[in-house]
């Protein structure tokens, strides 16, 4: 039976044209996905594996949550459920402290959307491991309001010498994961345009940080 996941892909600023194509990404990886926009599903959220491995915030964007939803969200991943941010989960929740931590970062701006290379800084990790050393892409390279490393593992990092517009400089995550209580938090800032979720490289790429997440891969 393959693993249950809610894909959340509700919006209250902007909108991301690429969150069907998501979805439908998702799907192909062989998950059984439930996704909503529904803020009660959310509300409904038991203890982790029942019955979801993960819960993917999918290109979310502004304030998505009731302080319900926010409560079953939090105790979900302390006890254990796995939590994905894909894309513009970083610019969710800003009135929500509680979910800058869990996510990393948050997002601050971006340049345009242009090609760029990432390097890759853990070669064993699952969302990064079939990458090449330096993996090129063409996404929004986001900036984001604070540098999490130290807080998070990094996994990736922009190369902003290969693109125009960077505003963090040399070091710059673009992909990290990290504990948060009992459960597992994997981020990508990738997937801005519905093209990146055809590419093969992508897909792998989310398909192992899901797999991470809900502790489905070592």
């Known amino acids: 039976m393959s693993a249950r996941i809610l894909v959340y892909t509700r919006t209250t600023a902007y909108r991301h044209d690429s969150i069907p194509a998501g979805v439908a990404a998702v799907r192909a ?4 996905v439930d996704a909503t926009e529904d803020p009660q599903a959310l509300e409904a959220l038991e203890g982790p594996l029942d019955p979801y491995a993960a819960v993917v915030f999918l290109s979310t964007s502004g304030e998505v949550l009731t302080d319900a939803g926010r409560a079953r969200l939090r105790s979900y991943v302390e006890e254990g459920g796995g939590f994905v941010g894909v894309h513009a989960a970083a ?5 929500w402290p509680y979910y ?3 996510l990393g970062a948050r997002f601050a701006r971006h340049p345009a959307h242009q090609p760029g290379k990432a390097v890759i800084e853990d070669r064993d990790h699952p969302a990064t491991r079939h990458l090449p050393a330096a993996w090129e892409f063409t996404d929004e390279w986001y900036d984001f309001r604070t540098n999490p490393r130290g807080a998070v593992h990094v996994l990736a990092r922009a190369d902003e010498s290969t693109y125009d517009g960077g505003g963090m400089g040399a070091d710059h995550p673009l992909v990290w994961c990290r504990e948060q209580g009992a459960g597992r938090v994997f981020y990508t800032a990738l997937g801005h345009a519905s093209e990146a979720y055809d590419d093969p490289d992508f897909r792998a790429h989310l398909l192992g940080g899901i797999n991470w997440a809900a502790r489905l891969a070592d």
């Open 91 to 95: 610019c969710a929740e800003y009135d």
């Open 29 to 32: 990886l062989g998950f059984d």
């Open 100 to 102: 800058g931590e869990l």
